[in-house]
């Protein structure tokens, strides 16, 4: 089981900015990393992905809005959050794959960080 650290949730008001970061330990960085939430009464949803080449996939809701990336000194993953809308609202989780390429469906994932919340007020 590797453990995935998530920070950086919190509230703010429509409009503003967030990022969240993700502790990965060195040996599972060169796996595939993305970034996964669930609202309340919501099935789980991906957010934003990085594979282990470095190649990135943004989902639609949040595109030209978030941006995917990782400080590879020191293994850490983030999600930079801007324009944020209450519909971003959610529990934001770190996943890491089993392989460096990633897959479509969540439940591939292999290990998941515990969360952590955003909440945007309109």
């Known amino acids: 089981q590797v453990q995935l650290v998530e920070s950086g949730g919190g509230s703010v008001q429509a409009g503003g900015s967030l990022r969240l970061s993700c502790a990965v330990p060195g040996n599972t960085f060169r796996r595939c990393l993305a970034w996964f939430r669930q609202a309340p009464g919501k099935s789980r949803e991906g957010v934003a992905a990085m594979s282990g080449d470095g190649g990135s996939t943004i989902t639609n809701p949040v595109k030209g809005r978030f941006t995917i990336s990782k400080d590879a000194v020191k293994n850490i993953l983030f999600l930079q959050m801007n324009s944020l809308k209450p519909e971003d609202t959610a529990m934001h989780y770190c996943?890491?794959?089993?392989?460096?390429?990633?897959?479509?469906?969540?439940?591939?994932?292999?290990?998941w960080g515990q969360g952590t919340q955003v909440t945007v007020s309109s």
């Open positions: 996943a890491a794959a089993a392989t460096m390429y990633c897959p479509h469906d969540s439940n591939s994932y292999a290990d």
